[in-house]
């Protein structure tokens, strides 16, 4: 199963070091069955596409849980054994994380296929939305604007030779 791993330039620094992504559980985005109720006429791409747009808010808010790190969305794709995949937002037929699932063990990088960071002229966006995020969650508009804002930022794509290059 293809999850996607939320993470920031620090958190992927430390994978590459360790050589896993953990420790367990590890929170994941997926293609679920309640995303697949929640998107009816979607594709897998689509799917994919916003299983891969929640790992994104997911790293903002790891973001706004460290104000050091740099603020860039790192989002990983890894392919893991579907029964490495627990249960969560998705699996217990919940809309507010319907890609959500919880891995039983650190997922080891030769899992993973791809990296997805945001390129540097979204920093101001995203640095907006990180300040926005609590306000946004509270239900506030004008707040919901700046995040919507970094998530109209496309993340670039990196092959997992490429990655080290990020950290450096």
Known sequence: MRVYLPATLPVLDGALRAGEI???PVPAY???????????????EE??????????????????????VPRRRVVLAADVPDEQAGRGGGFDGGFDEP??????????LAWVVSGHVDDLAAVPDVTAAVQAL??????????QFLVDGAEGHDL??????????LTG
């Open 47 to 68: 799917l994919e596409y916003a299983a891969m747009m929640h790992a994104a808010r997911a790293s903002l808010r790891l973001l706004r849980a460290d104000p050091d």
């Open 22 to 24: 953990g420790p367990a």
């Open 30 to 44: 997926t293609v679920t069955p309640a995303l697949r109720e929640w998107y009816a006429h979607a594709d897998l």
């Open 156 to 165: 670039m794509w990196y092959a997992t030779q490429e990655l080290g290059d």
């Open 99 to 108: 890609t959500l699932v919880l891995l039983a063990a650190p997922v080891p």
């Open 134 to 143: 609590a306000a946004a969650d509270g239900g506030d508009d004008d707040a």
